[in-house]
């Protein structure tokens, strides 16, 4: 089992640019998760999703969108990049016993 | 004031010593997580309880539901335990997302 998966592990981007930062889990879970850390600060939910088809808003989710067509793959979209998004962002999948797994995150700059 | 609450947010610890961090929430839980980051670096799960007790070598969590309290204990710390260590809960209601502490940063001193 490779875990929870994120590509890229790094990314310079220049205002106005657009990426998606992908995330892969080979574990079958339903629930996925993005996050976004700042520097020195806690974890803050961006998107869940409890199944394929199904996602919903975290806490931060302006600037942000997402898709999940699969089990597996839980893609994040930047869409116009800005400096308030240079971040490290994790991926993380749960189980059934509500223990989650995080990907190794992409530490992510807007110049 | 936030649902999670832990403390100490600092911890400065000679190796060997035992070390204790605390996690009390305000609302009813699912399941409570204690997650460890190392600076720099990735997020990794230490315990998932929803009861009692549970070990994992020197790591030792155990939780309270009706004192609405959890703790985290270190037996023989090591400087490679120097890490922030994160608590975060699943309420009862609304149960899908996490609520997080904000952290304990714990340096081990050799």
């Known amino acids: 089992n490779a875990g929870v998966t994120q590509t890229p592990k790094f990314r310079i981007l220049k205002i106005g640019q657009s990426m998606t930062l992908q995330c892969t889990q080979d574990?079958?879970?339903?629930?996925m998760y993005w996050y976004r850390q700042d520097p020195g600060m806690g974890l803050k939910l961006i998107y869940y999703s409890v199944g394929a088809g199904i996602t919903d808003k975290g806490e931060v989710p302006n600037g942000y969108n997402v898709s999940r067509s699969t089990t597996e793959d839980f893609p994040l979209r930047l869409e116009l990049a800005a400096p308030s998004q240079t971040s490290v962002y994790f991926c993380?999948?749960?189980?059934?016993?509500?223990?989650?797994?995080f990907g190794p995150g992409t530490r992510l700059t807007v110049t | 004031k936030n649902e999670v609450e832990q403390s100490p947010q600092n911890l400065t610890a000679q190796e060997g010593e035992f070390i204790t961090i605390n996690c009390s929430y305000s609302?009813?839980?699912?399941?409570l997580h204690w997650l460890q980051q190392h600076p720099g670096g990735g997020i990794v799960s230490l315990f998932m309880?929803?009861?009692g007790k549970k070990k994992h070598g020197r790591l030792i969590a155990t939780i309270n539901i009706q004192e609405k309290h959890s703790s985290l204990h270190i037996t023989a710390s090591h400087p490679r335990d120097s890490a922030v260590y994160i608590c975060a809960a699943y309420p009862n209601f609304g149960n899908e997302k996490l609520t997080f502490g904000t952290g304990t940063r714990l340096t081990i001193i050799p």
């Open positions: 609302v009813g839980i699912s399941a």
């Open positions: 309880l929803s009861s």
């Open positions: 993380a999948s749960r189980d059934r016993y509500y223990e989650q797994y």
């Open positions: 574990m079958n879970h339903n629930y």
